[in-house]
């Protein structure tokens, strides 16, 4: 097997349990490779590290994946699966679907995989796993009696890992799912969905500020498919403004709406939630509960200066649209905006408009996207909840 050294002390990352291996931290390659072997990896002394995944055109240069210098693929694979799946029925015992898999976070660098019933939908971002993926679909069927198993990449991951951006169908077809996410039904459309079709790292969120909604009027900004909205009529809220600049994705909220049996007065608005809060400020139209649920403004370090400035006129507009005793529940998904950072911008909104905040509750995502604490890279996506004065 192909040899990985180390320069000097650059080792210490992976001893705690970092699985990644930089290509500035490679002193020499001993061996002929190619994308995505299976490599042993030494540190400047020739302690071996551990074994990994190379890919010697990516900035990640080994995804670390044994600790011990023999490794049975197949019966890795199967057992981390299992391991996997166990984990998200203990927390959630009743629900069929959820993100079954979590890349490094279980263990499995470099590959996710959302379950909806029967159908498992992956996204492969290490060239190894691909090389390997073969080991992962035959212990979907078997273990799992999968049904469906296809891949919904994101473009840009695969650009990074220099792995081809076709998706594929290894087994079954691609057909629509309903799914719940333990209080509301979701209808899944793969081939025109958002992501792997459903975004789950919400989940504990919606069911959190739908407890804030009876009787409330709430906005729901950047809909998607009504997730927040949805559980904001779940538990009585007097009514429903949902915005999305997607259409299609305004008439997913429309569908799910049907398909939950909700009663309480909605407004479906095919609009930027820029464009729609800037108008209500004009016209002084407001709201008891704001949710703004943007995608990543920031993918990249060197675009956190303009994510920062959105981030900040995005919950400025809400928090100026909101009644006085209101509540705002406001997201980020940028991984290079920090929870501090996060935090920075929403007091310097409330300072911009003119009020005062109270955080009541801050979270991450839901508990099947677990991190590591030595992997920030684990870890993305922060929510806060705020009562606005």
């Not at 029967?118 to 679909?137: H, L, R």
């Not at 209080?183 to 504990?204: L, P, R, V």
């Not at 006129?313 to 649209?321: E, G, P, Q, V």
């Amino acid at each position: 097997m192909v040899k990985f050294i180390l320069k000097m002390n650059e080792e210490h990352r992976a001893r705690l349990g970092h699985q990644w291996i930089f290509s500035n931290e490679v002193y020499k390659v001993e061996g002929d490779i190619q994308n995505g072997d299976l490599v042993k990896v030494y540190d400047s002394n020739a302690k071996f590290i551990g074994c990994g995944f190379c890919n010697i055109n990516s900035l990640i240069a080994v995804r670390l994946i044994s600790a011990s210098e023999e490794v049975d693929l197949e019966k890795l694979f199967n057992e981390r699966l299992i391991n996997a799946f166990k984990f998200r029925k203990l927390i959630y015992p009743l629900r069929n679907s959820f993100r079954m898999v979590f890349s490094e976070s279980d263990f499995l660098p470099g590959l996710i995989i959302d379950k909806y019933n029967d159908t498992y939908v992956m996204q492969i971002y290490s060239a190894g796993m691909e090389k390997n993926i073969e080991f992962i679909v035959s212990s979907l069927k078997n273990e799992f009696n999968a049904k469906n198993i296809i891949t919904k990449h994101e473009s840009y991951f695969r650009i990074l890992e220099g792995l081809p951006l076709e998706d594929k169908i290894y087994f079954g077809e691609m057909s629509d799912e309903i799914i719940s996410d333990g209080k509301i039904n979701y209808k899944i459309n793969f081939a025109s969905g958002q992501k792997t079709g459903f975004y789950f790292d919400q989940c504990d969120n919606r069911e959190f500020a739908g407890k804030f909604c009876k009787d409330k009027s709430v906005l729901d900004c950047f809909c998607n498919s009504g997730g927040f909205g949805l559980h904001a009529s779940l538990n009585g809220a007097q009514s429903v403004t949902y915005v999305d600049a997607s259409r299609q994705e305004i008439e997913n909220a429309k569908s799910n709406v049907i398909l939950n049996e909700l009663t309480c007065k909605t407004e479906f608005i095919e609009a930027n939630a820029f464009d729609y809060m800037e108008n209500a400020v004009i016209e002084n139209q407001l709201y008891d509960v704001v949710i703004i649920d943007p995608p990543a403004f920031a993918k990249r370090k060197k675009n956190i200066e303009a994510a920062v400035k959105g981030y900040g006129k995005l919950n400025r507009l809400a928090m100026s649209i909101l009644k006085h005793g209101g509540f705002l529940f406001t997201s980020s998904c940028s991984y290079h905006l920090n929870e501090e950072m996060f935090l920075e911008i929403l007091s310097k909104s409330a300072s911009k408009a003119g009020k005062r905040i109270q955080l009541i509750h801050f979270n991450y995502a839901s508990m099947d996207h677990p991190s590591l604490p030595i992997m920030r890279e684990t870890k993305y996506l922060k929510f806060a909840a705020l009562r606005i004065y």
